[in-house]
């Protein structure tokens, strides 16, 4: 089995700052994508980041373009997410996820497993 693990959810301000955390344990040989969703009371779960194996390929939503920046660690069992210039409309619990399909840019990531969530909260 794969288990995803998020950490670093916290309540910040407007304009504040913060990294989430996601460590895979189980067949993480099997993780050639790994990234961010996210999920909003009353909306969608909705994309947010992606990275590859390599970590030279990443892809970002239009909506935390510029802000949000995705790494991944040596051993590519950890996966970051550092947030920038925080909005009220970022507040959502963020989910990490992984596929074992290397995924074309124009394509959608089809996760076929998941974390169980961090809550992010920006207050205004």
């Known amino acids: 089995q794969v288990q995803l693990v998020e950490s670093g959810g916290a309540l910040v301000q407007a304009g504040g700052s913060l990294r989430l955390s996601c460590t895979a344990s189980g067949r993480t040989f099997s993780m050639y994508t790994m990234g961010w969703f996210r999920q909003a009371p009353g909306k969608e779960r909705e994309f947010v980041a992606r990275i590859n194996w390599s970590g030279g390929s990443t892809v970002y939503a239009d909506s935390v373009k510029g802000r949000f920046t995705i790494s991944r660690d040596d051993a590519k069992t950890t996966i970051y997410l550092r947030m920038n210039s925080l909005k009220p409309e970022d507040t959502a619990v963020y989910f990490c996820?992984?596929?074992?399909?290397?995924?074309?840019?124009?394509?959608?990531?089809?996760?076929?497993?998941w974390g169980q969530g961090t809550q992010v909260t920006v207050s205004s």
């Open positions: 996820a992984a596929s074992s399909r290397s995924i074309p840019a124009a394509q959608a990531m089809a996760p076929e497993y």
